[in-house]
């Protein structure tokens, strides 16, 4: 669900932030003001003095928000338990520009879960962009590996970027397509 707030907010600590699209890491510092225009996947764009920012979910003490507490599984889980939490945390992973998750963008090309001999996973993904010049590609790249490495059992995270075949608006879901208006 899309959540546009333009909520005030005031940084409580400095804070690194990654600056939207050049995805350049700054720290900005405690009391700085801004606006929280969006708050998905547990992150938070935040709009200060012209420029967009995105908070981390882990960072989010310093907006005045509570932390994104990391994935749990009970201790059976099984194999479709761990590959549910892995879609699960795919749909957590936005492009802070786009109200919408990289599942539903059709972002995601392959998602494979592989058995370690010591009872651990390693999960490999291929995905795309919307835009191969997208400033944040590294960011949502790097995004995609650090929530699927927090879930337990998950050993490894290997996530390549591929254009090929291009994207296109065809591969958004048909929720996607209505959120962004496209249907």
């Not at 708050?39 to 709009?47: D, K, N, P, Q, R």
């Not at 979910?57 to 338990?81: C, F, M, N, Q, W």
């Not at 650090?146 to 296109?168: G, Q, R």
Request: charged content about 20%; hydrophobic content about 40%.
């Amino acid at each position: 669900m899309f959540s546009q707030t333009s909520q005030p907010c005031q940084f409580e600590r400095d804070c690194e932030v990654i600056m939207i699209p050049s995805g350049d890491a700054v720290t900005l510092p405690a009391g700085t003001i801004g606006y929280i225009t969006q708050a998905l996947g547990g992150s938070f764009t935040v709009f200060v003095d012209g420029n967009l920012f995105r908070v981390a979910g882990t960072d989010a003490d310093a907006i005045g928000k509570e932390p994104v507490k990391p994935p749990s599984l009970p201790a059976d889980a099984t194999a479709e338990d761990v590959e549910k939490l892995v879609w699960t945390q795919l749909k957590t992973c936005y492009d802070p520009e786009i109200p919408v998750d990289v599942v539903e963008l059709g972002l995601i090309y392959n998602c494979e879960l592989t058995a370690c001999d010591d009872g651990t996973r390693k999960v490999d993904v291929t995905m795309t962009l919307t835009a191969p010049g997208c400033g944040m590609g590294d960011i949502l790249v790097e995004d995609v590996r650090a929530k699927l490495s927090l879930i337990p059992t998950v050993s490894a995270v290997s996530v390549e970027l591929t254009f090929d075949p291009p994207w296109n608006h065809q591969m958004m879901s048909d929720v996607a397509r209505l959120e962004t208006g496209l249907f």
